[in-house]
């Protein structure tokens, strides 16, 4: 069971009219809706996302959960889909490789078009997981919390990736350099460590 429809995705980031020829194909963004699922698991925690995916299932059955979805939940998962399908918009693999379509009407988009679009995704993606996390955190200081699972959740298979995925936005962790060093220590010119 789907928390939204993939037509909610298309209607949400603006794709083009659902059911038309313009329409983005939805199995160019099924894969990657999956993906967006998996990642806001691992942000609410097992036992929250078991609670949001019942009341997307029954609507009117649990109205703060139905609020979640619509305020905060729908845009984050729709961003983060569009944000994941767009190389596979701009081309598609084949038995020959990958390639765009093109024909006399339409102009093909460059590396910086994309790489614009992408960014912008990015952004939109990270504000909406950003509000999200930011409410929730919220909610489980108050008094009486109204999602009292998203603290509490400790049967999650992947707590350190949870806790990961709420502190960078996005899942996005930043790599080590490899040539910071630790107190005392320095390298040679070929990158090898040695002691002061």
Same mark, same amino acid.
């Given at each position: 069971?789907?928390?939204?429809?993939?037509?909610?995705?298309?209607?949400?980031?603006?794709?083009?009219?659902?059911?038309?020829?313009?329409?983005?194909?939805?199995? +160019?963004?099924?894969?990657? =809706?999956?993906?967006?699922?998996?990642?806001?698991?691992?942000?609410? #925690?097992?036992?929250?996302?078991?609670?949001?995916?019942?009341?997307? !299932?029954?609507?009117?059955?649990?109205? &703060?959960?139905?609020?979640?979805?619509?305020? =905060?939940?729908?845009?984050?998962?729709?961003?983060?889909?569009?944000?994941?399908?767009? &190389? #596979?918009?701009?081309?598609?693999?084949?038995?020959?490789?990958?390639? =765009?379509?093109?024909?006399?009407?339409?102009?093909?988009?460059?590396?910086?078009? +994309?790489?614009?679009? +992408?960014?912008?995704?990015?952004?939109?993606?990270?504000?909406?997981?950003?509000?999200?996390?930011?409410?929730?955190?919220?909610? !489980?200081? !108050?008094?009486?919390?109204?999602?009292?699972? =998203?603290?509490?959740?400790?049967?999650?298979?992947?707590?350190?990736?949870?806790?990961?995925?709420?502190?960078?936005?996005?899942?996005?962790?930043?790599?080590?350099?490899?040539?910071?060093? &630790?107190? #005392?220590?320095?390298?040679?010119?070929?990158?090898?460590?040695?002691?002061?």
């Amino acid at each position: 069971m789907s928390i939204i429809s993939l037509n909610t995705v298309i209607k949400t980031v603006g794709l083009g009219t659902t059911g038309t020829a313009t329409a983005v194909e939805e199995r +160019k963004l099924s894969p990657h =809706y999956i993906s967006a699922e998996r990642t806001l698991r691992r942000i609410l #925690g097992d036992t929250l996302f078991a609670r949001v995916v019942d009341a997307a !299932a029954t609507p009117a059955s649990d109205v &703060p959960a139905d609020e979640l979805i619509e305020d =905060y939940i729908t845009g984050f998962l729709s961003w983060f889909t569009y944000k994941r399908s767009l &190389p #596979g918009l701009a081309a598609e693999p084949s038995r020959n490789g990958i390639h =765009y379509k093109n024909d006399a009407n339409t102009v093909q988009a460059d590396k910086s078009d +994309k790489d614009n679009l +992408k960014g912008v995704a990015e952004d939109t993606c990270d504000e909406y997981q950003g509000d999200l996390i930011a409410f929730l955190d919220n909610d !489980a200081c !108050a008094t009486t919390p109204v999602f009292p699972e =998203y603290k509490t959740d400790t049967g999650s298979a992947n707590d350190d990736e949870r806790y990961a995925a709420r502190q960078t936005f996005a899942g996005i962790v930043t790599p080590r350099n490899h040539r910071k060093r &630790p107190r #005392g220590q320095r390298w040679d010119e070929n990158g090898y460590p040695y002691e002061d």
